[in-house]
């Protein structure tokens, strides 16, 4: 397994997905467009509302999945990372991913209190392509 193929694979995507945990503990999954910054495969930006079902729940319990995937023709290729989410209402992060589109979701702009940025910080994950999977730790 080749770390920078994994990145070079993630680069790709065009869809993601998050896991949070709710108050009974069970995962919840929801598809997210892809990150909007992202550094190797230590951390991930999304951006969401701060008002969100998941905000509360990476509030009270930071541990936290991400997972990509590309189902071609024959070939299926996933990769999952472990690790935590951060919910972050700083400035200085809120411009840093901003997209001028953003406004048709934020009325009042970069400013909006109910923009937020959701950093992933990766521990580990696994690979999986080909029918083998391979678990990895990030360094």
């Known amino acids: 397994m080749n770390i920078s193929k994994i990145e070079k694979f993630i680069s790709k995507q065009k869809v993601s997905f998050i896991c949070s945990i709710d108050d009974e503990n069970y995962p919840n999954v929801k598809a997210m467009l892809k990150p909007r910054k992202r550094n190797g495969l230590n951390e991930f930006y999304f951006s969401t509302n701060t008002s969100s079902m998941r905000v509360k729940q990476y509030l009270k319990n930071p541990n936290a999945s991400i997972y990509f995937y590309h189902k071609g023709l024959i070939k299926y290729v ?3 990372l472990k690790g935590k989410m951060e919910v972050l209402t700083d400035q200085d992060t809120k ?3 901003w997209r001028k589109g953003d406004a048709m979701f934020y009325k009042k702009g970069v400013t909006d209190p109910d923009y937020c940025v959701l950093k992933f910080i990766a521990a580990s994950g696994r690979y999986y392509c080909d029918l ?5 730790e990030i360094k």
């Open 78 to 80: 996933g990769v999952m």
């Open 132 to 136: 083998k999977t391979e678990s990895f």
């Open 95 to 97: 411009n840093m991913i």
